[in-house]
């Protein structure tokens, strides 16, 4: 690359970063339970909040009374609403929804976007979907259209973006900020009109497939410690980033490794943690506030190129959450859980990997790029650094 090119990229970087940083917050939610937008859908608009979810395709919205929503869509009060005759259904790991696939107009009030007409699944039944008091009515997938269901023909709202606006492929940025103890978290979720290339201003890791946003995981440390276990494991089936999945999420041998590693760093420092607690199985608290500095960053290396990595490195607070306490004791005011997860599906790297960074979801080079946040947890980024594979 001639400096000419470089330095043009470069402020192309900056740019954007600049942009990001600046724009206002139109990302909200609770703790644990994503971050949503708002969007308007049909003629005339009804208003809903959507979970901002990188692990699928879909578009989907409430178009039936369930207890834990308090608003749907209604298709006949829609005069732009057509319905494609087509059943639909979505699986996820802990829940699923089905219903019709029909087609309508949308925009985000807060994005600066044109109208677009993209598929709609009207959801009208699910299981553990909907979470209650999430505040948000339905999802907004933007991953690739290979796993939109029924089909790849479903038009997403992202595709039906790009096609409306005949750029090069649609790419966005998301801030995601977490939040100050018990209080809503924010963000910031953008569209970016111009492919930006890679530049010492961003860290970027290619994405491998397109369908979910997959990438390779090189290697987990726990403070020092390498949990020294092949590449194969960590990436099996896949490794994908995923702003639907609260958690980190590891496959069972690995989340095991990392436990033992954790439990023998803090062990040493006589911390007492429950084996109830590593499982998810239930929250710990305490009279006090954690003492953090008596438990280690947890690292994750990511594949830059072919023979390099870069490393992000999390702090205790990313993987470690302070959660609300309904406990009457007074005493017991500061609860905790544990943020990485067993999986059987695959690596899923989720908001506990996205909050303290800008991260951006670059399709037209086909990679995914970081950089340090201004708000969230304090992450570090390290690299790139040459690979012994």
Sequence with gaps: MDVKHWISSLFLWLLMLCCL???STNLMGKPGEGYYIEVAIGSPPQVFNVLVDTGSTNFAIAAAPNPNIETFF?????SSYVSLDKKVSVLYTQGFWDGELGSDVMYFPSLSEPIVRCDIAAIHSSHNFYMNGSRWQGILGLAYPVIARPDHSVLSWLEALQRIKGTTPASFALKLCGAEGEDDHTGVLQILDKP?????VFLTSPIIREWFYELVLFDINVGNESVDLPCQMLNTDKTILDSGTTSLRLPTQVFLKVVKLLNSSI?????PMSEDFWLQQKMLCWKDSLDW??????SLSLMHSDFSYFVLDFPPQSYIRKVTDNSEDEELRNCY????????TGTVLGVVVMEGLNVVFNRSNKTVGFSKSDCGPDVDLR???LSKI
Excluded at 196 to 200: G, N
Excluded at 267 to 271: G, S, T
Excluded at 337 to 344: A, G, H, L, Q, T
């Design 21 to 23: 940083e600046a724009k």
């Design 74 to 78: 209604i298709a006949s009060n829609s």
């Design 196 to 200: 930006y290339e890679t530049t010492k």
């Design 267 to 271: 062990n040493q420092l006589n911390v």
């Design 293 to 298: 500095s008596k438990f280690p960053n947890v």
């Design 337 to 344: 859980k544990f943020s990485i997860e067993s999986s059987n």
């Design 383 to 385: 690299g790139p650094f």
